[in-house]
């Protein structure tokens, strides 16, 4: 009896259609399907299982998989009042989605996002990888306990496109006083890849500035890390260090030449942003009026590397720049990420080198009040099913605790607004209802009145008639009837 089921089971599998069909188009199928549909069709069969799981067809999905924008607004208090961190995805078409992303616990923070996972940084003892789709988490020890000052903007997450290896690297402060203090410079990077048993530290050529890192950001492209640092003797002061993951050699880079700046305007400020995977720098003077706000114009520089040589080009150079430049993606298809005068977040069409902010082209993503704009980051991130599960056996894997608290204020929160939302719906669904009534009683009233306008010129054009038809032929007759 029981050969007989596995005989007509392994039948039916045979006679699928979709199995019948070559590999290739099968895979094409595939490729088309969005990662919550591929990790149903795991289940299906053996067959679809072994398809789907294969490393080759998870690098193929990843190619095609679609680039959306992922807003992260970390954890703040403002006027007394908790918000937990949060994130908003933006599709291609630039709608924010409705769905929330449950892999960022309330207490996370963002430092990084390649092939679908999140690197994310905790309070506790422990940082975090998380897939954006499957919501599959890696929870792994930090690689030193207790450091004072250390914050999520010091640690990233990358791919190395050659060795096809996860790596997460953490900048480590200069010790003060016997004990690791990530305040003003560090000498030491460390960096772990993912399934390795533990960190490694890498010195750097000198102590480097950790302000700068903070303060400007850090990107990686084609398997290298880059930052900004002090550079007294270099153009504007700062020069672009470099990180090979593989080699783990480090390189300096020379700025562009530097523009004359303007008296009237306060001290320039500078970026490292990521933009079509090449790496740029942002720069604008700020206002003297407010630190924090830009002015005069924002200048976008790209660093082409080639074989022979590495070359600055003038990318962009907007005349009125936003209040913010998120990071490290602020630019996407010919887009820039801006919170301009207000609570919104807008996508804005650059065109051309010499370009403006055209407010009445841009496309108003969301507003985030009542947060903080310099709060927000923004990422370039895609759905994917890279397993996490094989690197759960490395020796600084550790099991993550019970979420409480803030976990559960985040999901009440989000119920809540599902709530008040949900009601919204359904009350301008009856103010409709309501509004058709009432059209249609007005209608009504409308052709009664027709109706009875068209009664009464009736009667009176019948009235007219048969007076008409009684009036005297002789106009004598008319005045002696008046007599």
């Given at each position: 009896m029981a050969s007989e089921?596995?005989?007509?089971?392994?039948?039916?599998?045979?006679?699928?259609?979709?199995?019948?069909?070559?590999?290739?188009?099968?895979?094409?199928?595939?490729l088309r399907l969005p990662v919550s549909t591929l990790l149903r069709c795991v289940s299906v069969c053996k067959h679809w299982h072994n398809f789907i799981r294969d490393p080759?067809?998870?690098?193929?999905?990843?190619?095609?998989?679609?680039?959306?924008?992922?807003?992260?607004?970390?954890?703040?208090?403002?006027?007394?009042?908790?918000y937990p961190s949060d994130a908003i995805l933006i599709d291609e078409a630039w709608s924010p989605s409705t769905c929330a992303v449950p892999v960022i616990g309330p207490d996370d923070f963002l430092f990084g996002s390649c092939n679908g996972l999140l690197g994310l940084y905790t309070k506790t003892s422990t940082i975090k990888v998380a897939n954006l789709a499957t919501g599959e988490c890696l929870h792994l020890e930090k690689p030193a306990k207790n450091v004072k000052g250390?914050?999520?903007?010091?640690?990233?997450?990358?791919?190395?496109?050659?060795?096809?290896?996860?790596?997460?690297?953490?900048?480590?402060?200069?010790?003060?006083?016997?004990?690791?203090?990530?305040k003003d410079r560090f000498s030491t990077i460390q960096v772990y890849t993912l399934g390795d048993e533990k960190w490694k530290d890498i010195r750097t050529p000198e102590a480097l500035s950790l302000i700068s890192v903070r303060n400007s950001g850090v990107v990686n492209v084609d398997g290298k890390m880059y930052w900004l640092t002090e550079e007294m003797l270099s153009s504007w002061q700062h020069a672009v260090m470099s990180f090979d993951l593989w080699e783990e050699s480090f390189a300096m880079i020379q700025l562009p030449a530097a523009c004359e700046d303007h008296d009237y305007f306060g001290p320039r400020k500078f970026?490292?942003?990521?933009?079509?995977?090449?790496?740029?720098?942002?720069?604008?003077?700020?206002?003297?009026?407010?630190?924090?706000?830009?002015?005069?114009?924002?200048?976008?520089?790209?660093?082409?590397?080639?074989?022979?040589?590495?070359?600055?080009?003038?990318?962009y150079n907007i005349k009125n720049p936003p209040n913010y430049i998120p990071g490290p993606h602020f630019v996407h298809r010919d887009r820039i990420l801006a919170q301009l005068c207000s609570d919104n977040v807008y996508?804005?069409?650059?065109?051309?080198?010499?370009?403006?902010?055209n407010l009445c082209k841009g496309v108003n993503l969301l507003d985030f009040s009542p947060r903080k704009p310099y709060n927000m980051q923004s990422y370039i991130c895609v759905k994917s099913h890279?397993?996490?599960?094989?690197?759960?056996?490395?020796?600084?894997?550790?099991?993550?605790?019970?979420?409480?608290?803030?976990?559960?204020?985040?999901?009440?929160?989000?119920?809540?607004?599902?709530?008040?939302?949900?009601?919204?719906?359904?009350?301008m669904h009856k103010f409709e209802h309501?509004?058709?009534?009432?059209?249609?009683?007005?209608g009504k009233r409308c052709?009664?009145?027709?109706?009875?306008q068209h009664n009464i010129a009736e009667h009176v054009l019948t009235e007219l008639k048969q007076v008409l038809q009684h009036k005297p032929d002789n106009p004598d007759q008319v005045i002696f009837l008046l007599k």
């Open positions: 089921e596995i005989k007509s089971k392994k039948q039916r599998n045979d006679e699928c259609i979709i199995n019948c069909l070559p590999e290739d188009l099968i895979e094409r199928i595939f080759q067809f998870v690098v193929s999905h990843l190619q095609c998989a679609p680039r959306d924008v992922l807003l992260f607004f970390q954890q703040e208090s403002v006027s007394g009042e908790p250390d914050h999520f903007s010091f640690y990233s997450f990358a791919f190395h496109p050659v060795t096809k290896e996860y790596k997460i690297t953490h900048f480590l402060g200069d010790c003060v006083e016997g004990r690791p203090h990530n970026w490292i942003r990521d933009i079509d995977g090449k790496i740029c720098i942002v720069t604008a003077q700020t206002s003297r009026y407010g630190p924090k706000a830009l002015a005069g114009e924002l200048q976008i520089w790209t660093l082409d590397n080639t074989v022979e040589q590495q070359r600055w080009s003038q990318k996508a804005y069409e650059l065109f051309g080198e010499n370009c403006d902010v890279v397993r996490l599960d094989v690197y759960k056996k490395a020796g600084i894997v550790r099991r993550p605790k019970q979420l409480e608290g803030w976990q559960l204020k985040k999901w009440e929160t989000w119920k809540c607004r599902l709530s008040k939302l949900a009601d919204l719906q359904c009350r309501h509004l058709l009534e009432v059209a249609e009683t007005m052709q009664f009145l027709k109706d009875k």
